[in-house]
C-alpha cells in the first residue's frame, strides 16, 4: 500500500467539503424570507475575454455537431462523444449563467474547450487515446433523466493493465459541499487529481459529480450508478470489491448510499455529514422544525437512521474528527445501530475538527484492504432488510414487491438453512421474492425447497441445475386470518393499479427516471391558475437547471407524441382545461380537478383559488409517471443545507394559490397526502 502523508490527508480533508461549510451552516440560513442565492452570482467576465471564450464555443458545437453526423455509423465512436461534451456544456454553462467564480475560471474554460477540440479530432481520426490513460481522467455520459451530458472523474492506477483480464478493486469518493462546484471547477479539479486524491493500491476511484451539491440525492443518486455502467465500458471493474466513500457532504451521502444499497458494496467508508434530518438540523443548524405530518414521513426516505439494520449486510468503518460539529452523524449511526444490537466500528482522529488525522487515515486504508480482499458476499447466508418505500426494495438475494403501506416501517429478515430450508420473518410486507442468481445457490437441488414464513410452511420452486433459484410469495387475507402463499409472479392475480418499485411515489420520484415537462397551450380555468402554473412551469425548468444540472426536455401539449409517452414521465403543468394531454388522463385521477372544484374525497376546494399538484401512474402508459404542477419540491430554502434537501410534498397536495409564493412552499397547502398501496385515495388516519 501506498504511504499514505499528511500532505494527503489535507488533501481528502479539503475534498470533503471545507470549502464554503460556513457559508452553508449556521442561523444566518434560517431565515426564509432571506435567502441569498445557490450557486451564487459569478464574476463578470470581460467583454474581450467572453468574445474570445465564445468564438471557441462556437468552434466546439460545430465540431460536435460534424461528429455526430460522421459517427452515426461507427456507434463504438459515438458513445464517446460525451466526453468531448461535457467541456462545451460546462463552459457554456458558466458563460452563459454566470457561474465563472474566480478569474482564473476563464483560463481554465479556455483550456477545456481546447481539450475538447483535441479530443474531437482524435475521435475524427478513430482514436480515443484518454480511455487507455492512467491517473486522472475525465468522462462523461448522457443521462437517461435529462439527455444532458454529465462529467465524473477517475483515478486509473499505473498498475492497470489495459489489455489484462484481472478486473480491479473501485473506490467511489463523494465531494464534499461547494456551492461554487461548477462544471468548469469539477473538471479542473478531476483533471489535476486534486480536491480528494485517494489512491488504495490497485484501485480505480471514482469521482461522482452528483449533479453539483445535493448530498447525491435524487438525480445525483442516479448519477453514480450511470456513470458506474458508463465506466464498466471501458475499464475491468470487480463487482465484488466496490466500495463507497466520501467526508463532509460527501460522508452524507456515502451513509445513503450505504443503507439503501448495502448488498451491493464490499465496504463503506462514511466520515463526517449528516445521517438524518431532525437532530441535525437543530443541533448542527440551530434550527426551529415545524414538519407537517407527511413532511415528516417523508423524511424516513434519506434518514439513514431509520435504515440502520441494512448495514447488517455492509462492512462499514465510519470516520469522525473528535472535535468536529459533524461528528453528530456518526454518532446518531452508533446509538441507531445499537438499537438494533449492532455495534459500529467509529474510528476518532484524536484533536481534529473537519479534518482527517493522517494516523486515522492509515488505519481505514489497512482495516478496508482486509475486507475488500475477501470481497463482496454475493450469497451471505442470512439477510437482514428494512424499508420505508418501494424505491429501495432489495438486499441481495431477498426484494419486497408489495408494502402493507408505505412510510412505514417495513422488514424481511430471512436465512439460508442447508440442506433445503428458507426461514423468513417479515413485517410490514405483503409480497416478497427470494432469487439467487445462477451458481449462487447452496440449497440442495435433489431436494424439495421449504420455506417458513412467519409460521407458515410454503413449498418454493426447485433449485435449477444451474444452482439458480428463485419464488415468489405473497400475504392471503381470508378474514380475521393472514397466511402465505407461493405465486407464479410478484404480482400475480393483482388487478388494477398497485405501487410497485419505480411506481410508488413521492412527486420527486418522477425525477429520478427520464422526464419531460409539458406546458399549457390553451386557456385555463381562470387567470390566476395560468399565471401560477406558468411560474411554476418557468421555476421547475430553471430550478432544474441551476441544482440538478441539465437542461429538461420541455415540449407544449399538443407537440407530445406516443413515443414521448412511451418513454417519459410526463410533468404537465396547467390545468386540465389549458392543458390537453392532462385532460385526457385526469378523469383517472382519484382527485378530480373540473371547473367545478378540486374534489378531495368529500371535500370540494373551489377553482379560483387552488391548484393541484399530483403524482399517479400514466393512464395513457401506466408503466410511467404523470406529474401535476411540480418539479422536484423542495425550493431555495433547502438549498442552503444538504440535510433540508428531502421531499417537501407527498403523493398529491392541493394549494391555495392566492397565497405568495416562498422559499419554501409554491403557495399555501391547504390539503396533501399519499395514495393508498392501489394509488387509491385514502382519508388520512388521526395522527
Known amino acids: ?187 479542473d479539479q478531476r483533471a489535476r487529481g486534486v480536491a480528494g486524491k485517494l489512491e488504495p493500491e490497485d484501485t480505480i476511484v471514482l469521482h461522482p459529480y452528483g449533479r453539483y451539491s445535493n448530498a447525491n440525492k435524487f438525480a445525483g443518486e442516479v ?144 482495516r478496508l484492504k482486509s475486507i475488500v480482499d475477501q470481497g463482496r458476499q454475493v450469497v451471505p447466508k442470512q439477510v437482514r432488510f428494512t424499508t420505508w418505500t418501494l424505491r429501495y426494495n432489495t438486499m441481495n438475494w431477498v426484494r419486497v414487491d408489495a408494502m402493507t403501506e408505505h412510510w412505514a416501517r417495513a422488514r424481511v429478515n430471512a436465512r439460508l438453512e442447508a440442506p433445503n430450508a428458507v426461514f423468513v420473518e417479515t413485517e410490514g410486507v405483503e409480497a416478497f421474492t427470494l432469487e439467487i442468481p445462477p451458481g449462487g445457490c447452496p440449497l440442495d437441488a435433489v431436494r424439495e425447497v421449504l420455506v417458513d414464513i412467519d409460521g407458515d410452511v410454503v413449498t418454493g420452486l426447485p433449485v435449477m441445475t444451474d444452482r439458480s433459484w428463485v419464488s415468489h410469495f405473497r400475504k392471503v387475507h381470508a378474514g380475521d386470518k393472514v397466511s402465505w402463499t407461493r405465486v407464479s409472479s410478484p404480482f400475480a392475480e393483482e388487478e388494477g393499479l398497485v405501487k410497485k418499485h419505480g411506481l410508488q411515489g413521492p412527486i420527486d420520484d418522477a425525477f429520478m427516471d427520464s422526464f419531460l415537462m409539458v406546458k399549457p397551450t390553451g386557456e385555463a380555468l381562470n387567470d390566476k391558475v395560468k399565471k401560477w402554473a406558468a411560474s411554476e412551469f418557468d421555476h421547475a425548468v430553471t430550478h432544474w437547471r441551476q441544482q440538478f444540472r441539465g437542461d429538461a426536455r420541455v415540449k407544449e401539449d399538443d407537440a407530445v407524441t406516443e413515443e414521448d409517452i412511451a418513454a417519459h414521465n410526463l410533468i404537465l403543468f396547467g390545468d386540465p382545461k389549458s392543458n390537453s394531454v392532462l385532460a385526457k388522463v385526469a378523469p383517472d385521477f382519484p382527485i378530480q380537478w373540473t371547473s367545478k372544484g378540486i374534489q378531495v374525497g368529500e371535500t370540494t376546494y373551489e377553482v379560483g383559488n387552488h391548484a393541484l399538484a399530483l403524482i399517479f401512474p400514466n393512464p395513457l402508459n401506466p408503466e410511467k409517471y404523470v406529474v401535476v404542477n411540480s418539479g422536484f419540491t423542495y425550493r431555495e430554502y433547502d438549498y442552503l443545507n444538504n440535510a433540508r434537501q428531502v421531499p417537501k410534498l407527498p403523493d398529491w397536495a392541493v394549494i391555495d394559490i392566492s397565497k405568495p409564493v416562498t422559499s419554501q412552499k409554491p403557495g399555501d397547502i391547504v390539503d396533501a397526502g399519499f395514495f393508498g398501496e392501489k394509488w387509491h385515495y385514502k382519508a388520512r388516519k388521526a395522527e
Open 1 to 187: 500500500m501506498k504511504p499514505l502523508t499528511p500532505l494527503l490527508a489535507a488533501a481528502i480533508c479539503l475534498a470533503g467539503g471545507a470549502v464554503n461549510m460556513t457559508l452553508a451552516d449556521g442561523p444566518a440560513d434560517n431565515v426564509a424570507a432571506e435567502v441569498r442565492r445557490i450557486p451564487p452570482e459569478g464574476i463578470e467576465v470581460p467583454a474581450e475575454q467572453r468574445a474570445e471564450i465564445s468564438k471557441k464555443l462556437d468552434e466546439v458545437k460545430k465540431v460536435i455537431g460534424e461528429l455526430e453526423t460522421s459517427l452515426k455509423d461507427k456507434p463504438e465512436l459515438l458513445r464517446l462523444l460525451p466526453d468531448v461534451e461535457v467541456y462545451e456544456k460546462a463552459v457554456r454553462y458558466a458563460l452563459g449563467y454566470q457561474e465563472f467564480h474566480k478569474e482564473g475560471e476563464i483560463k481554465v474554460a479556455m483550456g477545456q474547450l481546447d481539450t475538447a477540440l483535441e479530443r474531437a479530432a482524435q475521435l475524427k481520426e478513430g482514436k480515443a487515446p484518454w480511455t487507455r490513460q492512467t491517473g486522472a481522467v475525465v468522462r462523461g455520459y448522457r443521462s437517461k433523466i435529462d439527455g444532458s451530458v454529465q462529467p465524473y472523474g477517475l483515478q486509473i492506477p499505473e498498475s492497470y493493465d489495459f489489455d489484462g483480464a484481472q478486473p480491479f478493486r473501485l473506490d467511489f469518493w463523494f465531494h464534499g459541499r461547494g456551492e461554487t462546484l461548477s462544471e468548469v471547477s469539477f473538471i
Open 223 to 366: 448519477d453514480l450508478f450511470e456513470a458506474l455502467e458508463h465506466a464498466k465500458q471501458d475499464y475491468r471493474i470487480d463487482p465484488n470489491r466496490t466500495v463507497v466513500r466520501g467526508f463532509s457532504m460527501g460522508g452524507a451521502a456515502c451513509w445513503q448510499f450505504a443503507v439503501h444499497f448495502a448488498g451491493q458494496w464490499a465496504a463503506a467508508q462514511p466520515g463526517a455529514g449528516f445521517s438524518e434530518t431532525e437532530d441535525f438540523l437543530k443541533t448542527f443548524q440551530q434550527e426551529t422544525l415545524q414538519p407537517t405530518w407527511y413532511e415528516r414521513k417523508l423524511w424516513h426516505l434519506y434518514d439513514c437512521t431509520d435504515w440502520a439494520i441494512n448495514l447488517f449486510n455492509c462492512p462499514t468503518i465510519a470516520y469522525s474528527g473528535e472535535n468536529d460539529r459533524q461528528k453528530q452523524a456518526a454518532d446518531m449511526m452508533e446509538k441507531a445501530l445499537k438499537a438494533e444490537n449492532l455495534a459500529m466500528v467509529h474510528i476518532i482522529g484524536p484533536g481534529m475538527e473537519h479534518k482527517m488525522h493522517p494516523d486515522s487515515l492509515v488505519e481505514i486504508e489497512s
